[in-house]
């Protein structure tokens, strides 16, 4: 059953707020990954439609949220790759470079590392933004994100649906990649990177 509410509280810096459905009932907790893809930004007064369930605590939460009058979405045909093959496809990438010797498997092993760190630090925020708890500061995964744990964090946002509609995060996610792999590219043309793995097995 769909609902017709107002949204009475927003955090846009957190993602979520409150709706109250109209004619009175209870307020039902909203986030904004519960928007139709490509959504804007909802604030205080919005009047949206949503469905309702309720989280392992028993809290009301509002999904499949639309704004008042817009249609259901309807999935492009396009070509969007998606991360979990960029992902594939890099880590491929960085098993042929090992194997030819051109890499070092520090290097693999170091993206492999940071990758399942990051997955599961968004896996992490994500369930904090759905049930209410304190969140990841998005710093934290910008960090792990340049320190080798992007493909891991490109998987976790298309997975888990989050962070993918915020511009802001994005064009930072996208820029943590270039610097991550621009400095990675530095050290190995400057044959740091074989005296870094030296170092570090005590070679």
């Known amino acids: 059953m769909r609902y017709a509410g107002r949204i009475t509280e927003w955090n846009g810096e957190r993602g979520f707020g409150f709706v109250v459905p109209s004619g009175g009932g209870d307020r039902a907790f909203v986030h904004v990954s519960q928007f139709q893809r490509g959504s804007r930004q909802p604030v205080v007064g919005d ?7 309720r989280d392992a605590k028993g809290r009301l939460t509002a999904r499949t949220v639309r704004f008042a009058g817009q249609k259901i979405a309807v999935p492009a045909s396009g070509t969007r790759l998606p991360g979990w093959q960029i992902a594939l496809g890099f880590f491929l990438l960085l098993a042929v470079a090992t194997s030819l010797g051109k890499l070092p498997i520090l290097v693999a092993l170091a993206y492999l590392a940071a990758s399942l760190v990051s997955f599961t630090m968004y896996c992490l925020d994500k369930t904090a933004a759905e049930k ?3 969140r990841t500061p998005e710093s934290s995964l910008h960090l792990i994100d340049l320190l080798c744990g992007w493909p891991g964090g490109l998987v976790a946002q298309q997975w888990f649906r989050h962070k993918t509609a915020k511009a802001s995060f994005q064009s930072m996610f996208w820029l943590t990649i270039f610097l991550n792999l621009g400095g990675v590219a530095w050290l190995i043309v400057s044959g ?3 005296w870094l793995s030296s170092v570090l097995l005590g070679e």
């Not at 009047?47 to 369930?53: G, V, W």
Request: charged share 25%; aromatic share 16%; proline share 0%.
């Open 47 to 53: 009047l949206i439609s949503y469905e309702t369930l």
């Open 132 to 134: 209410g708890y304190r």
């Open 192 to 194: 740091r990177m074989q």
